[in-house]
């Protein structure tokens, strides 16, 4: 695990270093492990409202010494609760997906609000899940996948986060995508459908949505267009 929490702590850090907003970059990343401003504080050693500081802004941009105490302090805090997302980020650098399966899988530097990611597939919303932000996305074909991947490989599409979106492609009703998700713990933000109207979705799509409390949408603009916009987000 040692090799996996560098890889991972250089990535952390060099986001955060590299990013126009710091602050938001530093949130995302607290936010997907799972860790509370007051649980990162005391971590550190400093006061809850230094650490709100720092990801509002209110502070200057904190220098690479402070981003280095802040990962090694987010791993050592993910290490106590047994290593679940450096565990994650092993897996998803040995993933090596085939492109018919997965059409593109990014993290973004920041949080993107749902509403953003829906502009960019083009989606209507079916049901309003528990999130509002997404981390990053997966484009899957949802026939390769489901017939092609197993439990553990399909656990990957989540890439470095589970607070993403996952597309599937090829879609003509949805159930076989959501039952699938019913079956691999955890769940993601977001799932939109794309290839298909509304009208023909599931009839029990939404309630299955509902009771995961996962963000439900369609989607049947153009892939590739999907495609390019989603690389701008």
Do not use: C
């Given at each position: 695990?040692?090799?996996?929490?560098?890889?991972?702590?250089?990535?952390?850090?060099?986001?955060?270093?590299?990013?126009?907003?710091?602050?938001?970059?530093?949130?995302?990343?607290?936010t997907d492990f799972d860790v509370s401003q007051t649980e990162l504080a005391d971590q550190l050693g400093v006061s809850s409202s230094v650490v709100s500081d720092y990801e509002s802004g209110r502070r200057e941009s904190p220098g690479i010494g402070v981003v280095r105490r802040t990962v090694e302090g987010l791993l050592d805090i993910d290490e106590r609760r047994g290593g679940g997302r450096i565990r994650q980020h092993a897996r998803v650098l040995s993933a090596g997906f085939e492109s018919d399966i997965v059409h593109d899988l990014r993290e973004y530097s920041t949080a993107v609000p749902l509403s953003e990611f829906y502009e960019a597939m083009g989606?209507?919303?079916?049901?309003?899940?528990?999130?509002?932000?997404?981390?990053?996305?997966?484009?899957?074909?949802?026939?390769?996948?489901?017939?092609?991947?197993?439990?553990?490989?399909?656990?990957?599409?989540?890439?470095?986060?589970?607070?993403?979106?996952?597309?599937?492609?090829?879609?003509?009703?949805?159930?076989?995508?959501?039952?699938?998700?019913r079956v691999v713990s955890p769940t993601p933000n977001a799932v939109v459908l794309h290839g298909i109207e509304d009208g023909d979705l599931w009839d029990h799509a939404a309630d299955l949505a509902r009771v995961d409390g996962v963000s439900l949408a369609t989607s049947n603009r153009d892939l590739d267009d999907c495609l390019a916009d989603l690389q701008a987000l």
């Open positions: 695990m040692s090799d996996a929490r560098e890889e991972l702590s250089r990535r952390i850090a060099g986001e955060i270093a590299l990013s126009d907003d710091p602050g938001a970059t530093l949130r995302k990343w607290r989606a209507t919303e079916i049901v309003r899940g528990d999130h509002d932000h997404v981390n990053g996305h997966t484009v899957i074909d949802s026939i390769q996948a489901i017939t092609r991947l197993s439990s553990e490989e399909f656990y990957r599409l989540y890439g470095q986060s589970t607070n993403r979106a996952l597309v599937f492609t090829r879609v003509t009703r949805g159930e076989s995508p959501l039952v699938a998700l």
